[in-house]
C-alpha cells in the first residue's frame, strides 16, 4: 500500500505559468484535501472533497483550482503562478466518521 | 474566525531535558489532535483527545486536553534526538469532521 502519493516531488515555475499538483490515494477514504504550509504559518486549508464529484473552498483557495476526478485521485491546479505561491503543497485523506488525516509527501514549489 | 494557538514557536533543549508545547483555542473543541512532521517530511499524526481533562501517553510523550477543552499541552520527558522536529495541534473546524484547523507549530531542536 502507498498510503497517500503526491508527484511531483519539486517544481519550479515562472510567473504566469500554470501546472497541476497530483494526488492519489488507496486507502478508499472519501475525504481528501489540500494544505499549503508557509514557514511560521501551520497548515492552512486550500480546498477539499468530501467525496467524489464534491469540492469546498478551505481558508486560501483564490489562485486555485481543483478537481476531483475519482475516488482516488484530487489534484490541484495553478492556473497563473505567483511568487505569493511559492510554498510546500501537502494532499490528506481522512475516513468516514474519524477526524485524523494521513499526508502526502508534499510539492515544493518554487514561483520565480 | 477560529484560531488555534501553539507557544512556543520554537525551543531547543539539550538531550535529556523535558520539553513542552501549548496549545490554546479561541473555542470548545470536540477533540484535538497532535501531528509531528520530521525535518523534510510531512505530518503524521500521533494521537487524538476527546474528553474533558482527558490524559494519554505514548512512551515518553504525555498529552493532555484542557478541562474546558479549549487548551491543550504535549510534554515530551527526557528528549533525544529522534524527538527533533515540528509538532502541530489541530482541532476541527465548526462541529463537524470536515475541516481541520492547525496551530502554526513548535519546532524542537535537540542539541545532543
Known amino acids: 500500500n502507498a498510503g497517500v502519493t503526491q508527484t511531483p516531488k519539486f517544481q519550479v515555475l515562472k510567473t504566469g505559468q500554470s501546472m497541476t499538483l497530483q494526488c492519489a490515494q488507496d486507502?478508499?477514504?472519501?475525504?481528501m484535501y489540500w494544505y499549503r504550509q508557509d514557514p511560521g504559518m501551520g497548515l492552512r486549508l486550500i480546498y477539499y472533497?468530501?467525496?467524489?464529484?464534491?469540492?469546498d473552498k478551505g481558508e486560501v483557495p483564490n489562485g486555485y483550482n481543483v478537481s476531483r476526478l475519482n475516488k482516488r485521485e484530487f489534484s490541484l491546479r495553478l492556473e497563473s503562478a505567483a511568487p505569493s505561491q511559492t510554498s510546500v503543497y501537502f494532499c490528506?485523506?481522512?475516513?468516514?466518521?474519524?477526524?485524523?488525516?494521513?499526508f502526502g509527501p508534499g510539492t515544493r514549489l518554487t514561483v520565480t | 474566525g477560529q484560531q488555534v494557538m501553539q507557544i512556543p514557536q520554537y525551543q531547543h533543549v539539550q538531550e535529556g531535558e523535558d520539553f513542552t508545547t501549548y496549545c490554546n483555542s479561541s473555542?470548545?473543541?470536540?477533540?484535538i489532535q497532535w501531528y509531528k512532521q520530521r525535518p523534510g517530511g510531512h505530518p503524521v499524526f500521533l494521537i487524538q483527545l476527546v474528553k474533558s481533562g482527558e490524559v494519554k501517553k505514548q512512551k515518553r510523550l504525555t498529552f493532555q486536553f484542557g478541562e474546558a477543552k479549549k487548551n491543550s499541552s504535549l510534554h515530551i520527558t527526557a528528549t533525544q534526538t529522534t524527538d527533533v522536529g515540528t509538532y502541530f495541534c489541530a482541532g476541527p473546524v465548526g462541529g463537524g469532521y470536515n475541516k481541520l484547523i492547525f496551530g502554526a507549530g513548535t519546532r524542537l531542536a535537540v542539541h545532543p
Open positions: 490528506a485523506t481522512r475516513r468516514d466518521t474519524a477526524y485524523e488525516q494521513y
Open positions: 486507502m478508499n477514504h472519501n475525504s
Open positions: 473555542t470548545t473543541l470536540s477533540n
Open positions: 472533497s468530501a467525496s467524489e464529484g464534491t469540492t
